[in-house]
């Protein structure tokens, strides 16, 4: 403390000396504690959630208001449903795809019960997931499932139709261009995954965010490799967005969930907002103002100047990681690293893109143990993203932190 204290001092007298230096208009100075945050607070969702009536695949209990149920016990502030495009979507009785029913809709059929079930401490969002297939006969030709979430409750039309068949005639490209002229944020999901008809073919990099954890596992390979994807996008200079989402299909399912029966809420995004409403929660959202976690893990990162103020860029010296580690957990360890540059083989989908990175930090950390831990970094350019989780055999109960991007 002593020796910022010097320094701003130093500073002051320097600029007493120097030709020009005006008294009334000192340097700014946030020392010697760090810059208080924003307004504002962190509020908690689910982006990626199936319905019944909606979804042909959600077991017959998971009607919105069990939805909202559930959510508010687990915490949750906003969830988002996100139902199949119409195809099977228009009959949700059956999986059975019937021509007849093809790009007709309905897209968002919870529109009017998801405004009713939203009040003062919980928004319900109605939303899309669009789900172009590949043909049975070429599974492993990807397409690409893509959240389409309304950034305008007001302006939005809920009675547009997406075009998702016949199979394999849509691509990852024209997916994410019509949510796009729809209105939406459009969200990657699980770009990759065991089952290659729901990944992603890169068509298009014109989405918003990618979803580097989605439900299942915890946060396993296949979001490690969306995870790599999102910071070599990042490192490209493509600003996009990570996000989570439980993928939930049957919102009865007790956390953390399985292998595909995932559990609402695991993960969670928190969005940092000014208030809970949905304009407020969607400039956070595109701002990139996001963590992801699972359970009561938490993680956020921050970066202060040599004077502790908010600050990202090369005027960076400090990250500054803020959390908690999950007291389930028996122990684990706070990681932070630097990447740098990224052999990114897309469009190829079969193979993953590969991160130069370095570990700045790797911390042991206790199941229920608070941390706030400052390393220095000056400056440097790269891609600053951490984690804290127990892994590699425990995929659950991690958290996420978004990037801090030096260039």
Not at 139 to 165: E, Q, S, V
Not at 245 to 251: L, T, W
């Amino acid at each position: 403390m002593t020796r910022l204290s010097n320094f701003h001092l130093f500073l002051f007298i320097s600029c007493l000396l120097l030709s020009g230096c005006k008294r009334d208009n000192p340097p700014a100075t946030c020392g010697p504690d760090y810059e208080a945050d924003p307004p504002g607070q962190w509020y908690f969702g689910d982006f990626h959630v199936h319905a019944t009536g909606a979804s042909n695949d959600t077991g017959g209990d998971s009607y919105p208001a069990d939805i909202k149920q559930i959510a508010k016990q687990r915490g949750l502030d906003f969830v988002v449903l996100t139902d199949h495009s119409n195809s099977t979507g228009s009959d949700p009785t059956t999986s059975a795809e019937d021509p007849a029913l093809f790009n007709l809709g309905p897209e968002f059929p919870y529109w009017d019960e998801a405004a009713t079930l939203s009040d003062a401490s919980f928004k319900m969002i109605d939303g899309n997931e669009i789900s172009p297939r590949s043909l049975d006969s070429n599974p492993n030709l990807p397409t690409g499932h893509i959240g389409c979430l309304p950034m305008d409750l007001n302006t939005f039309d809920p009675n547009i139709a997406f075009i998702d068949r016949p199979r394999e005639t849509v691509n990852g490209a024209q997916t994410i261009q019509q949510a796009k002229d729809a209105g939406c944020f459009a969200i990657l999901n699980h770009p990759y995954g065991i089952f290659k008809w729901v990944t992603y073919d890169w068509t298009s990099y014109d989405y918003d965010a990618i979803e580097i954890w989605n439900g299942t596992l915890g946060f396993d390979q296949y979001d490690q490799f969306a995870h790599d994807a999102w910071v070599c996008d990042l490192l490209a200079g493509r600003d996009k967005v990570a996000v989570g989402g439980s993928d939930c299909h049957r919102v009865f399912t007790d956390p953390p969930g399985s292998t595909f029966d995932p559990s609402l809420g695991y993960p969670t995004t928190a969005v940092f907002a000014t208030s809970l409403d949905w304009p407020s929660i969607m400039i956070g959202l595109q701002a990139g103002k996001t963590a992801i976690f699972e359970g009561d893990s938490r993680l956020f990162i921050d970066g202060y100047d040599a004077s502790l103020c908010l600050k990202e860029s090369t005027e960076t010296k400090f990250i500054r990681l803020r959390g908690t580690f999950d007291a389930t957990q028996p122990n684990g360890n706070v990681i932070l690293k630097r990447s740098t540059s990224c052999n990114d083989p897309r469009p190829d989908h079969l193979t993953t893109p590969e991160l130069t990175s370095e570990e700045l930090l790797n911390q042991p950390i206790t199941g229920g143990e608070s941390f706030d831990i400052q390393v220095e970094i000056d400056g440097e350019p790269g891609v600053y993203t951490a984690s804290v989780g127990a892994g590699p055999t425990e995929t659950h109960y991690w958290a996420l932190s978004r990037a801090i991007v030096i260039r």
